[in-house]
């Protein structure tokens, strides 16, 4: 922990934190198998303290891995987060679901019935997603996202893709799937905590200039 508090102490004297005014709450995805010496946690760590900082809350799934990460950056920085969780029963037959970390530091908990509705929730709570790097159930997210975002494109919620190998995702998307103009003008491909609240601001100013009206539904 002693790393990720000097990472945030860095953070903290280079980063511009201007917040969106009309942007409040800014979810997180990744990979829930994330340990702390992983580059993708210490990505999480780093974005989710930016975000506090710059007065966002974080919302995660409440598990381990990035959302831990996420949870815990957006802590040190002073910040909140909402944790979106899920208990499956045992009979239920889900053996590889992570459920509810304890050492997920949130403030508020929002309890599911099922992953589905997990996933739904969390797409309600954030007003912006920042996707990391992870394996199916993250890739479903973002496939949940990215589909939402065309189906309201004009007032929806923009997606934020964390790292430079997913120009190399969406470039192979782009080249095999029949996709249409809109669906990618819905998300931005970012590689630092900086460029994520840039991206997040430039979201503001479509609000502003009536290019966008995601907060009139």
Known sequence: METLLKIWRKLDNHLETE???????????GFADAKPGDKVYHAAFEVASALAKAGYTV??????????????????????????????????GV?????RDPNNPIDK??????????????MKEGQ???????????????????GLARLYFGHHKPLIL????????????KNNLLLRPEEARVYKIVDSPRE????????????????????ET
């Open 19 to 29: 917040k969106a005014p009309s942007i409040s709450q800014v979810a997180i995805f």
């Open 59 to 92: 919302v995660d799934g409440g598990g381990p891995g990035v959302m831990e990460a996420a949870s815990r950056g957006a802590k040190v920085a002073g910040g909140k987060v909402v944790g979106v969780t899920f208990y499956p029963d045992p009979g239920d």
């Open 95 to 99: 053996d590889n679901f992570e459920g």
């Open 109 to 122: 908990e929002i309890k599911t019935e099922s992953y589905v509705e997990r996933t739904l929730t969390l």
């Open 128 to 146: 912006v997603y920042v996707i990391f790097n992870g394996a199916s159930g993250t890739m479903s997210e973002f496939a949940m996202a990215w």
């Open 162 to 173: 964390y790292g430079k190998f997913w120009k190399k995702i969406m470039k192979a998307l």
């Open 196 to 215: 994520v609240l840039k991206a997040i601001r430039e979201f503001e100013k479509e609000i502003s200039r009536g290019e966008h009206k995601h907060l």
